[in-house]
């Protein structure tokens, strides 16, 4: 009988064994995992964003830089060619002789780059920046020239060149906002020199 109790209890003991392996997870397993899961999502959520941000900054200054390039680049190109520089006293509008004999004015109208040019009819000023671009210029404290204009007497040995500068912010929200600072010289092609 004593035997039989031993072997009873031996069976009772392995059956006992084989449920507790197969018997899944515990609760705290189960909320320790739940934990660490929740914790890498919210980690990988941050700086998937992150870089959204980014993205979009980046973006912001590409508008901005390829805006600014076409602009800088076209008016360097109709300037190049010009004749009869003369600049503003406050230099934030530079005026010209195109190749075709009409006077182009380049100047600062708030915070926007324009273009006029004049005719019979006058000349309406449209603008050369989209309005994301904001040229800070004449509302710094002390304002910048836009437009710094050397060379342009006929009794100077130089030939007449115009610096341009533009400085300011680019961006629609204040979190993809980009300051932006831009130079160029232009020289007159055609020699000036007597």
């Given amino acids: 009988?004593?035997?039989?109790?031993?072997?009873?209890?031996?069976?009772?003991?392995?059956?006992?064994?084989?449920?507790k392996a197969t018997?899944?997870?515990?609760?705290?397993?189960?909320?320790?995992?739940?934990?660490?899961?929740?914790?890498?999502?919210?980690?990988?959520?941050?700086?998937?964003?992150s870089l959204l941000d980014v993205d979009k900054k980046a973006q912001s200054m590409k508008s901005v830089m390829n805006n600014l390039?076409?602009?800088?680049e076209s008016m360097a190109r109709e300037i190049r060619v010009g004749t009869n520089y003369t600049v503003s006293v406050d230099g934030q509008s530079f005026t010209f002789t195109d190749h075709l004999g009409r006077a182009v004015t380049y100047s600062l109208s708030g915070t926007r780059m324009m273009r006029s040019i004049s005719t019979i009819n006058g000349g309406a000023a449209a603008?050369?920046?989209?309005?994301?671009?904001?040229?800070?210029?004449a509302i710094l404290n002390p304002p910048i020239r836009v437009f710094v204009l050397k060379g342009q007497l006929p009794s100077d040995t130089l030939q007449p060149y115009v610096l341009l500068r533009l400085k300011g912010h680019a961006g629609v929200s204040e979190r993809t906002q980009t300051n932006f600072?831009?130079?160029t010289i232009v020289s007159q092609r055609l020699p000036d020199t007597p």
Avoid: C, W
């Fill in 69 to 72: 390039n076409f602009a800088l």
């Fill in 1 to 19: 009988m004593q035997k039989i109790k031993s072997q009873l209890f031996r069976a009772n003991e392995a059956s006992s064994s084989a449920l």
């Fill in 181 to 183: 600072s831009i130079q």
């Fill in 23 to 49: 018997s899944g997870f515990t609760l705290i397993e189960v909320l320790v995992s739940l934990a660490i899961f929740t914790i890498v999502v919210l980690m990988s959520t941050s700086a998937l964003l």
């Fill in 127 to 137: 603008p050369l920046t989209s309005p994301q671009i904001s040229v800070d210029n």
